[in-house]
């Protein structure tokens, strides 16, 4: 390895390190944002971040090793790859956050519902018509 491909590795480490912290500050407050979330919002915003930070340092090395030329003109070209795969794999992440945040949500208006209405059953919906068999079919009870 030459000096610029020393360079890149450490440059992109960095800038890896520093996405991966910002995603996982800034998930958590997202998703806890989200009110009424439960325990585990830290926990995935944090399992969300390792994998970040596996799946990007992962591709940080595979892309050290592309043999693109040599000089600055190298260290440029990996590093504008180094940032395209960065800003993908943050939307990625992102998304998942903002589905983890959408179920908080419902949890919440669900926990919210209930609290409001402690007669409801929770396992029937209001919405629908209980379901009564009709009688003469085998099983009823009725003998017939």
Do not use: C, W
């Not at 800034?26 to 944090?46: D, E, L, P």
């Not at 939307?91 to 419902?106: K, Q, S």
């Amino acid at each position: 390895m030459d000096r610029t491909d020393i360079a890149f590795v450490i440059t992109g480490v960095v800038i890896v390190l520093i996405v991966g912290q910002l995603l996982s500050f800034v998930g958590k407050r997202y998703v806890a944002g989200a009110g009424g979330a439960g325990s585990n919002v830290g926990t995935v915003a944090t399992l969300l971040s390792m994998v970040f930070y596996l799946v990007t340092l992962g591709l940080t090395a595979l892309i050290s090793v592309l043999p693109v030329g040599t000089g600055a003109s190298s260290f440029m070209l990996r590093l504008g790859v180094l940032l395209l795969v960065l800003g993908a794999a943050f939307g990625v992440f992102v998304g998942a956050l903002a589905r983890r945040r959408e179920v908080a949500i419902t949890e919440a208006a669900v926990t919210d519902s209930h609290e409001h209405d402690p007669d409801a059953n929770p396992s029937v919906p209001s919405h629908s018509p209980s379901y009564l068999p009709p009688s003469g079919l085998p099983g009823t009870g009725d003998g017939t």
